[in-house]
Structure formats: structure tokens, C-alpha cells
Nanobody, 110 residues
Framework: QVHLVESGGGLVQAGGSLRLSCAASGSISSAVTMGWLRQAPGKESDLVAGISRFGTIYAETVKGLFTMSRDNAENMLYLQMNNLQPEDTGVYYC?????WGQGTQVTVSS
């Protein structure tokens, strides 16, 4: 089993940036799919960014603003988030195949 731990969330003002990290206890080099999910207050979880054999996919609302990356050697996933807005507020979870992290809170103030 792969265990995931997110970090890097916090409180930022609109227009600010954050870099989320996801540390995996096991190897992610062979993982076929992985991604970042966001659960906004009172809303369903949605896919923010994902990696598959076909490449990287981003939600339309974050294209050009968020960047997902991976470091197989260090078993790490990252999500660079730029120009954050209040609507980006939520709990961000990383996912590798069937494994999920505990989430990290991102709050963007006006």
C-alpha cells in the first residue's frame, strides 16, 4: 500500500501562490494514474489536475494557473498554484491509484 501525506496549504490573499506537496511512503514510479482533488465547502470533490498515461489534465478553471508535477526519485507529487482566488478555497487531496492522503486546507481571502 502507498500512504500519502499532503502539506503546503495555508491562508493566502487573493493573487497569492502556494505549492502543495504530497509525500508517498511507497514508490510512485510505476503508478499509472495520480492527481489532485479539491473539495470546496458544501460542494462535491472535483479533479483539479491529474496525470495518466496520456499526459496531464487540468480543470478548465485552473489551466495556465496551476501546474502538477512529480518526482519519482523522491516519491513526491506537487501542485503549484498561482493567482489564487477565493473560489480556490477547499481541502486538497492527493491521489495515487487507490491511495488518498488526509488533505491539506487552502484558504484564499479576498
Amino acid at each position: 500500500q502507498v500512504h500519502l501525506v499532503e502539506s503546503g496549504g495555508g491562508l493566502v490573499q487573493a493573487g497569492g501562490s502556494l505549492r502543495l506537496s504530497c509525500a508517498a511512503s511507497g514508490s510512485i514510479s510505476s503508478a499509472v494514474t495520480m492527481g489532485w482533488l479539491r473539495q470546496a465547502p458544501g460542494k462535491e470533490s472535483d479533479l483539479v489536475a491529474g496525470i495518466s498515461r496520456f499526459g496531464t489534465i487540468y480543470a478548465e478553471t485552473v489551466k495556465g494557473l496551476f501546474t502538477m508535477s512529480r518526482d519519482n526519485a523522491e516519491n513526491m507529487l506537487y501542485l503549484q498554484m498561482n493567482n489564487l482566488q477565493p473560489e480556490d478555497t477547499g481541502v486538497y487531496y492527493c491521489n495515487v491509484c487507490d491511495a488518498w492522503g488526509q488533505g491539506t486546507q487552502v484558504t484564499v481571502s479576498s
